[in-house]
């Protein structure tokens, strides 16, 4: 069953793996093609753990697609050696490893002994080192929709591995409490209520002509919002922060893809990916559908 035209409100999240959380930014579109807004914590900056709560409380209200800008598994040719059965399995593990006081970080799974060799940590290359990628990361890179970083490297301004394990313990939790009200897709596939996906911000930025510099004014802004068919947020300040401009321009994205045909059954989503490595939402469409 496609859930095309089913969702109550679509919400997007740029995401952080810092050890203190201070760059998340979460934005959310309602259906038809007004503008999008920011939603800001009671305090100045979300935690991950109010990130939880608030989607929380979203998914066993009403039915929300969920994006959230960051890895949702790891490359299989490596992880698959852990012994888990599927991507579940690892968000598990890997918030059994961590702290109850460290806002989902993620370094207890790449401190481990078990896990740390398999990452990039710092210094040079190490020597041996064969940097992994999941299925959809190449797709991505094949569709000349950017060029993911693997999550196993964590150095680097652009380092992806820390916020993708941080994500996943988000989302072992959010599944735990919501139960059959949230899939994650495309682990749990689409039936439940409210679903939550992979995006990767810059797919959107790339598909409607902004090409993959970041948004960084509200003209930048409006321009790429009218390019999607939305109206632009009344108020915005003049040094527009980039983070919040990806939840933004995502929360329209996520309403835009959600209606596409074939998007939730992309060519190349494999049994390997549905189970254990996840997709990217919106990788893998021709060009010739607008997405």
Known sequence: MSPAGRFDRFVAI??????????IALAE?????GAPRLVKPAD???????????????????????????????????AGHYGL???????????ALGGESDDLSGHGFVSHLDYANDYWRSGPRPEGYLEPHRATEMA??????????????????????MGGL????????LRVRSGSRLGVWPFDGTDAPSLAVEIYPRLFLRRFGHGGAKVRSPQQLAAVLAAMGAGV????????????????VSAVGLRWLSGIKGVWQPPALDDLARRCEGWIFGVGLTASTGG
Not at 85 to 95: E, K, N, S, T
Not at 233 to 248: G, M, V
């Open 29 to 33: 579109a309602v259906p038809g093609n």
């Open 44 to 78: 100045k900056h979300w935690s991950r753990g109010e990130v939880l709560d608030y989607l929380a409380g979203l998914v066993t209200a009403e039915r929300v697609l969920i994006g959230i800008d960051c890895a949702f598994s790891l490359p299989w040719e490596r």
């Open 140 to 161: 991505c890179r094949a569709d000349g929709l950017g060029a993911p970083e693997s999550p196993y490297k964590l150095i680097g301004a652009k380092q992806v591995g």
């Open 14 to 23: 740029d995401w952080s793996g810092a050890r203190v959380a201070r760059g």
């Open 166 to 173: 941080a994500g996943m313990r988000l989302l072992h939790r």
């Open 85 to 95: 059965p599927d991507a579940p399995a690892l968000w598990a593990r890997i918030d």
């Open 233 to 248: 947020p009344e108020s915005l300040p003049e040094a527009l922060d980039d983070n919040d401009a990806d939840a933004l």
